[in-house]
Structures are given as structure tokens and as C-alpha cells.
């Protein structure tokens, strides 16, 4: 497979607090890969290095063999990356109509095209059809997350970044969302996913890494990983799968 997305020796701090150290990653075409740790462990960090949000101390970026390590944010996303941060972060006081056409801002000067995304995200998510209208900040948890998920779509991304999408959501909306993470996967969009239920991650991923303090502790397909005693231990609960 072609590699996507690669990182070699990312080390990212916060001031003189180093967040992560040596993070290598790939991501190659039309895969699903994911990052699973606990609190604090770096995966966020290392995703919004990715998508741009924050510049690593050291290392480097290359999408589709291209360096975009020094790249700002919203050239990476006219590239084909999209991040969905941690918390959704719609625009509450406008409504959803209008957070996905914010979405499609590098179609803004096509508006036939901005409006043909627009009715394709409401043919994914039908729920937020029916709720056009609506100011975002009055849907639920849930169909925020859709929202979040639509608006990232809107750019037509070669590789979606999402950051804790299950938080904070009931059980059965999470199924859907991961549905939708799958189906959207096989619509040809590459998914680098940052989630803590370890369980759905590694099911609905292809290769995982683990992070622990900021660094890689293991890698590998999601069938070894939920092999390896160690993430059973401390993700799986030793739970069989």
C-alpha cells in the first residue's frame, strides 16, 4: 500500500514540558490506524501536530511524500487533511446547514459544489437533514458528533484525524459513529483515529499504536495488539476479543 502519511522523530512540547518524544507514524491508503493510550499519554498532541494546530520541536511530516512539516494548518487541509478535534467544537449559534457550508471553505468560491457536499452529508447523516435548520448548540451530544464528523467531510479529505470521537456519548450513538467512521473509511478516506475505549479502536482499525508518557510503546496489527498481554492489562481490562 502507499504511504499516506508518515512522521519521523516528532518530539512536541508545551513550553519547556515535553509532551511526546520519537513519534514515528504511518498512515498508508485507504487505512484505518489508531493511536490508544491513556490520559495524557500524547495522542492528541501528536494529532494536532498532524493536522497543523500545534509545531513540533523536532522531526518531520511528509503527507504523500511531500515535507508539510512547517506547513500552517489551513494549507494542509486545502492538501486533503481534516481534523475533528477532542469535543466537537461546532459553531453553536449558528445552525447546522451553516457548519457545514464553513466546512467547504476552500469550495467557497463554488457554490455548486459547496451545495452538492451539503446535500451529500445529509444523505450521510439523515438526522442532521431533518435539523437543517436548527442552531447547532441545541443538538444533542451526538449529533454534534455527526456534525463535527460532516463538516470535516466537507473538504473532501484524503485523511480524516479524529480525536476522541466516542467521548462523552451513549453507548448505542457510539456504535452508530463508529458505523459511520467505517462506512466513510470504505468511501476511500484514509482515518487516523485518537480514542481512548481501546476496545471499539482496535476493532474498527487496522494497526494500532500505543502510547504511554508520551511515547510509542508498541505497534502493530490490531489482532496482535489485542493478543499483547500488556494491552489487555491495561485497555482491554484482560478481556478476551
Known amino acids: 500500500m502507499t504511504v499516506l502519511l508518515a512522521t519521523t522523530g516528532l518530539d512536541i512540547s508545551y513550553g519547556k514540558v515535553v509532551a511526546c518524544r520519537d513519534i514515528s507514524i504511518d ?13 495524557g499519554a500524547g495522542k492528541s498532541t ?11 520541536r523536532t522531526g518531520v511530516i511528509l503527507f504523500e511524500g511531500r515535507d508539510i512539516t512547517a506547513l500552517p494548518s489551513h494549507e494542509r487541509s486545502r492538501l486533503g487533511i481534516a481534523l475533528v478535534p477532542e469535543g466537537r467544537h461546532v459553531f453553536s449559534n449558528l445552525t447546522v446547514r451553516e457548519n457545514l457550508e464553513l466546512g467547504g471553505f476552500k469550495y467557497r468560491k463554488d457554490h455548486a459544489r459547496v451545495r452538492t457536499l451539503v ?7 439523515t438526522r442532521l437533514r431533518e435539523r437543517a435548520g436548527q442552531k447547532a448548540g441545541t443538538l444533542s451530544g451526538g449529533e454534534q458528533q455527526m456534525l463535527a464528523l460532516g463538516r470535516a467531510m466537507m473538504s473532501e479529505p484524503r485523511l480524516l484525524c479524529l480525536d476522541e470521537p466516542s467521548l462523552g456519548l451513549a453507548p448505542l450513538i457510539v456504535q452508530d459513529i463508529f458505523r459511520t467512521i467505517s462506512s466513510i473509511n470504505a468511501g476511500g478516506t484514509s482515518v487516523l483515529l485518537v480514542e481512548q475505549n481501546a476496545r471499539y479502536a482496535l476493532q474498527i482499525a487496522s ?6 508518557t508520551g511515547s510509542i510503546t508498541a505497534s502493530g496489527r490490531c489482532d496482535q495488539l489485542r493478543e499483547d498481554t500488556r494491552v489487555q492489562e491495561a485497555y482491554l481490562g484482560r478481556m478476551s476479543t
Open 27 to 39: 498512515v498508508a491508503e485507504g487505512e484505518i490506524v489508531t493511536l490508544i493510550g491513556a490520559n
Open 46 to 56: 501528536t494529532l494536532r501536530a498532524i493536522a497543523g494546530v500545534i509545531k513540533p
Open 119 to 125: 446535500d451529500a452529508m445529509f444523505a450521510m447523516f
Open 207 to 212: 494497526r494500532g499504536y500505543v502510547l504511554q
